[in-house]
């Protein structure tokens, strides 16, 4: 088989090996795109300066905010940690497209990054990291929702089929474009009452880095499509469909669980809404009725808030209004 043979049969899973990654031509060129766009965002969470939240960590929250932004970053911290791991010893390992793999590689050093993230707020903020990082050993509603999207993505594990594969990316999907967002909606809210600024500052690269990694996964579903359209069968889509709004029903859960007590700005019916909002356009994106039919987005402003550089407060006060690679220029 000459090289342009081989690429021609080249399919994302299942195809033939190639140990020498040969890109040129590239049969998945979306991949590369996706590659390109993640490395134009990067960016290191130690440019972002947490001194501002410290002091406010300790002198403007009261129990219920400062409750709430130790479960966010506790639950988000951790399912950095999962997907970090998916991607390198579940989703990566059946990948037979090297540029899908490359651009694989890429987005679980991204995930890593984010781990990175957590992290520096939480040794910024808090006296006691230790109660942040384990929260799952004392917190059950955690610990449940951590062992269910582990269980999920150790469905790849057993013996491999395309229709297991094609699941493991609706449940990224999940994971990379519903699970998140509660956890990100109330750092948003916090910031839009004044508070902990830095920390949403943050919270919109890994965001903005969170969208193209969803956009890979809906790209690879794209691909298995059109390369294994056997698997595509009314079973799949009610299981597929099944999923998603398991993982509706447990970031809904859970965003209610992180703003026990009251915080200005959240109510239950918001995170309900804004949760069942966000697969209604996913459900789009992958060409599906909506799952919740009629739903409106209770927060429409976050759309622009989220942006990185996107709300109407400078943030990075005076320092760069874009973080693209190349474009740099911390004064
Ligand atoms: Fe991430
Ligand atoms: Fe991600």
Redesign the pocket.
């Known amino acids: 088989m000459n090289l342009i043979e081989m690429i021609n049969a080249r399919r994302l899973i299942n195809g033939p090996e190639d140990k020498l990654m040969c890109v040129s031509p590239l049969k998945h060129p979306w991949a590369w795109e996706m590659l390109d766009r993640m490395e134009n965002n990067h960016w290191l969470p130690k440019s972002i300066p947490m001194g501002d939240d410290v002091l406010c960590y300790r002198t403007r929250m009261d129990q219920a905010e400062r409750q709430m932004y130790d479960r966010s970053l506790a639950f988000l911290s951790n399912l950095?940690g999962i997907?970090f791991n998916n991607l390198i010893t579940n989703i990566g390992r059946h990948v037979t497209s090297p540029e899908a793999s490359m651009t694989l590689a890429r987005q679980a050093y991204?995930?890593a990054n984010?781990v990175r993230s957590y992290a520096t707020m939480t040794e910024a903020v808090s006296l006691a990291p230790q109660e942040i990082y384990g929260m799952y050993q004392t917190d059950e509603i955690l610990a449940n929702k951590n062992k269910f999207i582990m269980a999920q993505s150790d469905e790849l594990k057993g013996d491999f089929t395309p229709v297991k594969f094609a699941l493991a990316v609706i449940g990224n999907i999940c994971l990379e474009g519903i699970y998140f967002y509660s956890g990100f909606l109330n750092f948003y809210v916090l910031a839009k009452n004044g508070k902990m600024l830095k920390s949403a500052d943050h919270i919109k690269y890994?965001q903005r880095?969170?969208e193209t990694h969803l956009e890979f996964f809906c790209r690879m579903y794209e691909t298995l499509q059109q390369e294994n359209p056997e698997i595509f069968t009314p079973e799949f889509y009610a299981a597929a469909r099944k999923l998603m709004m398991a993982a509706v029903e447990l970031e809904i859960s859970w965003g209610k669980h992180t703003i026990e007590g009251g915080v200005l700005g959240l109510t239950d019916a918001i995170v309900e809404l804004r949760i069942k909002h966000l697969a209604n356009v996913r459900a789009a994106r992958l060409g599906w009725e909506p799952l919740y039919p009629g739903v409106k987005n209770p927060t429409p402003w976050v759309e622009k808030f989220s942006a990185v550089n996107g709300s109407e407060v400078n943030f990075f006060e005076g320092k760069p209004t874009d973080y693209q690679a190349g474009g740099l220029e911390w004064s």
């Open positions: 950095d997907q991204e995930e984010h890994i880095d969170e």
